[in-house]
């Protein structure tokens, strides 16, 4: 089956740096996102991943190892704005995205 | 530009009753979906479209409905809710059709939060 894992819920410190990982189980591998959703609202685009390496927006930066099935979002200088749930999809072989469960960060001041 | 708007934003029904849940988009893209999103589960495809006139079923299609008459318009119709239906719903687009390349991103609407008592 198609599978993606995210960790439920993560804690970090206002100023700090947090490292969101996703692994994924496809039937085969045509790009990964990610999403940022604030509680209430509607999920907005961070990023898009197709080959492996680091792709850096500001201070948010997306990785993926495609070996691996393994992607992470890292956040720098952590602000109490990034409070929010970040959602992982996958884009198989079959075209429609699979997405994970999502991943709810809480910024502590 | 508005983007996806999305109409309700709360709606509260009776098991049994039907209602459509509007979705429009003026980004002229050719690719719409619904999707549904309940606690500790990711979003799930009801339904999509690749453009006028074409839908297909996601992973969750049963009890709902859509037609795809024009490019901006895709509405979602609950034939006879049920309880099961609670849940947050959201229209997405995106400029990714048939033959589009894989990399464009999704935009969503506000959502609409339903409620079947």
């Known amino acids: 089956g198609q599978n993606i894992d995210q960790p439920t819920e993560m804690t970090a410190t206002e100023g700090a740096i947090v490292q969101i990982n996703c692994t994924y189980q496809?039937?085969?591998?045509?790009?990964l996102f990610w999403y940022q959703q604030h509680a209430g609202e509607a999920p907005t685009f961070l990023s898009y991943?197709?080959l492996d390496g680091l792709e850096e927006k500001g201070r948010f930066s997306s990785f993926l190892s495609r070996s691996k099935g393994y992607s992470y979002l890292l956040l720098k200088e952590l602000q109490m704005k990034d409070s929010a749930s970040y959602l992982c999809?996958?884009?198989?072989?079959?075209?429609?995205?699979?997405w994970g469960a999502g991943t709810k960060l809480i910024i502590k001041p | 530009n508005a983007g996806v708007t999305q109409t309700p934003k709360f709606q509260v029904l009776k098991t049994g009753q039907s209602m459509t849940l509007q979705c429009a988009q003026d980004?002229?893209?050719?690719?719409m979906s619904w999707y549904r999103q309940d606690p500790g589960m990711g979003l799930r495809l009801i339904h999509y479209s690749v453009g006028a006139g074409i839908t297909d079923q996601g992973e969750v299609p049963n009890g709902y409905n859509v037609s795809r008459s024009t490019t901006e318009d895709f509405p979602l119709r609950l034939l006879s809710a049920a309880p099961s239906q609670t849940s947050v719903y959201f229209c997405?687009?995106?400029?990714?059709?048939?033959?589009?390349?894989?990399?464009?991103?999704?935009?969503f609407g506000n959502g609409t939060r339903l409620t079947v008592t």
């Open positions: 999809a996958v884009r198989p072989r079959n075209y429609q995205l699979i």
């Open positions: 980004m002229n893209h050719e690719y």
């Open positions: 496809t039937s085969g591998f045509n790009g």
């Open positions: 997405a687009s995106s400029s990714q059709g048939a033959y589009s390349s894989y990399n464009s991103p999704l935009h």
């Open positions: 991943n197709v």
